[in-house]
């Protein structure tokens, strides 16, 4: 059920009301400013042609956006404004959006409100630049003037009952939808201007500027494409998410009982062929268990919940991922160095971040040879703090450097997701990754983030 005057919050009520009270008070004074008189008996066609090409454009609105409309309608509004005398220009554009409102069934408040912007609208840009019968360079630069000030005012009116229905920011929602709407608004405009000073001072020229609709027309069907194009796109990401979340928490029980299990006849089985066949399923189920955690931690850094933000230390931050991987890189008889050469705070998400470092220093020390040292330095960079980690390993061939962050790119070292968390979590953190390698003289991954 569509809601009711009365159903509609106060100020939207104030707005239903006083934009069309607001719309008639300045047709009267443009009126009164302009008179009702036609220069030449010709214009008076263009109220049944207004009237006729409103609805036509009511009726098939043209789409910019996911959830911008730009009606063609505005451009015979702008045309009857400018070129119909001053007291019935701006009353036949706005009737003929009531009629055309009324026709497609809208309601009578968004009826109202319409026609209401049109009227406001209209009666400025008559005020302003009505085109007399001599046209010259102060008319063209009056009437280019009152199709800015009409697109201008239309929109700054049409967002008005979405701000106040939704109790959204109006000046957000303003730029929200300039941003989406202004070219095709200007296009409408200087179109509308043209065909009207052409109309006076070269008739037969006039039709001529309304070639640029069916180009408006491809523009739109082309931005539709796309819009769809990325409504596919967002459901194939969220998809992949909700696979990635399920095959990690579904495989993640199993699995864990699985160790247990090897783990209990690892110590039954100590030495001999069955042994070493159990310790290389320890080993085959622990790097299964690394790739669901990162699978999981992949799909949580795609996801659209807002980052948990807190002021962090980098310092601190890169000392708590030296002491974690102490023991592995001990194992593997590699050194971890923690160096600070500026320190450095910045608001970020803690778990997020961490997640990113620790994936570049495990890849590093699982491909640094004994005896080496990884080096995790926090430092100051062109536009903001770095994290740069350093190792000695054999180095990044460089035909693979340019699809190096791609997920799942594999590699002798690991399944090709650490490299790809790592960029997503910095990028959702307005930051980039960036590697140096060199063939036999190591890698150096850096991770610059905003100040």
Known sequence: MRPGFADLSAPLKVAVVAIPIGGAGLAVVAALRGGFASPEAWRWGLVPACVVAVLVAERYPVKIGPEQKVNLAALPCLVAALLLPPGIGPAVAALSVMAANLTVRRTWIETAINSGTVLVAAALAASVGAVGRDVDVTQDVRATAAGLLYVVVNLALAVVPGALHGRRSYVQLLRTAAFATWPALL????????????????????????????????????????????????????????????????????????????????????????????????????????????????????????????????????????????????????????????????????????????????????????????????????????????????????????????????????????LAIARRVVERHGGTIRVHSEPGAGSTFTIELPG
């Open 187 to 418: 296009t409408l405009a200087s179109c509308a201007v043209t065909v009207s000073v052409l109309a006076v001072e070269a008739p037969l020229a006039a039709p001529l500027p309304l070639i640029v609709l069916p180009l408006i027309y491809r523009m739109n069907l082309a931005i539709k494409a796309q819009s769809d194009a990325n409504e596919q796109l967002a459901a194939v990401l969220a998809a992949q998410r909700r696979f990635l979340t399920d095959v990690s928490h579904q495989v993640a029980t199993p699995l864990a009982t699985i160790m247990t299990n090897l783990s209990i006849l690892r110590r039954a089985n100590r030495g001999g062929v069955a042994g070493d066949a159990v310790a290389d399923s320890v080993a085959e189920a622990e790097r299964m268990r690394r790739m669901l955690g990162r699978l999981r931690a992949l799909a949580h850094a795609d996801e659209d919940v807002p980052l948990r933000r807190e002021l962090v230390d980098l310092a601190e931050l890169t000392a708590d991922i030296v002491r974690a991987y102490a023991a592995q890189a001990g194992t593997s008889g590699v050194g971890l160095v923690n160096e600070v050469g500026a320190p450095a705070r910045i608001s970020a998400d803690k778990d997020l971040l961490r997640e990113a470092v620790a994936n570049l220093v495990d890849n590093a020390v699982r491909v640094s040879p004994r005896g080496a040292a990884v080096t995790l330095r926090v430092d100051r960079g062109s536009v903001g703090p770095e994290i740069a980690v350093i190792d000695s390993g054999p180095g990044i061939d460089e035909t693979r450097l340019p699809g190096l962050f791609e997920r799942f790119q594999r590699s002798d070292s690991g399944s090709g997701l650490g």
